[in-house]
């Protein structure tokens, strides 16, 4: 009797365990099942962030952005999540590669702000030239900051043909005549253009906005500023103050190769379309 009791003992805890078995095993695959079910629901979206190491009072361009998904609720605030938002725009910190990008620490080089100034992109080895917008590119509302461009000047240049006239070298006593000629030729390849200044300032009651436009009235700029050496702003201000007629020519998106080009005279037109002397 005793021995039989003994056995029902150990067959009603083995019973037991069992059932506590599948109870834990029930409880722990509806836990999983909840959390995935959790993770499968959770609501994603999508951000900018830098493709790799972007240093300060860098111009962004599309090759330094690439576009990832993270949970909603890991978004600051002022997250970037279009890269058109952030293309074009100088980021005002260092950012590391991941990191994303937040409007608040971006800024349009564009943009007027109340007090007048605009965010300049400028390197530490360049300084800023103002050019008048008398050329008709500069005024058409294409370019923008953090364009490429090549600057074209046409000069007169002087030329000494045998006919006698009031002018003598000095040395020899020979007297020559002396006309001018026009030439025109690529003076500077590849200038980044670092701002655009509007000629008018933006109304009070108005918001700031890109510069060259208040709302929906076009503004004509007042002068393009160019990041130069200095040695190349010297030769640019030399030919206009030498009043040498200035064009601007806008470089496709990308290209910053040295283009090989021949100053172009009346010679130079003549031999190239064989035009009859």
Known sequence: MARLRGFLWLLAGLVIAGLAG??????????????????????????VVARGPILARALLRAENLQVQKVPVDLVPEGAVTDPSKAEGKITMVDLHPGEMLLSQRLVDPNVLSRDGRTALLLEEDKVLMALPVDDLMSHIGVLKAGDRVDILISLKFPIISGVPTQLTTQGTGQTYSQDEELATFCI??????????????????????????????????????????????????????????KDVVLRAPGVEEVFTTEAVDMDYVIDRYNIPR
Request: hydrophobic residues 45%; charged residues 15%; glycine residues 6%.
């Open 22 to 47: 599948i109870v834990a095993f029930v409880t722990i695959s509806r836990a999983s099942a909840q959390n995935a079910a959790g993770e499968a629901t959770q609501l994603t979206t999508t951000v």
């Open 188 to 245: 500077l390849q590849n200038v980044e253009i670092a701002g655009i200044v509007n000629e008018n300032p933006l109304p009070e009651n108005k918001s700031a906005g890109t510069i060259g436009r208040v709302t929906d009235q076009v503004v004509e700029p007042q002068a393009l500023l160019v990041a130069l050496s200095p040695q190349d702003a010297l030769v640019l201000k030399y030919a206009l103050d030498d009043e040498g007629i």
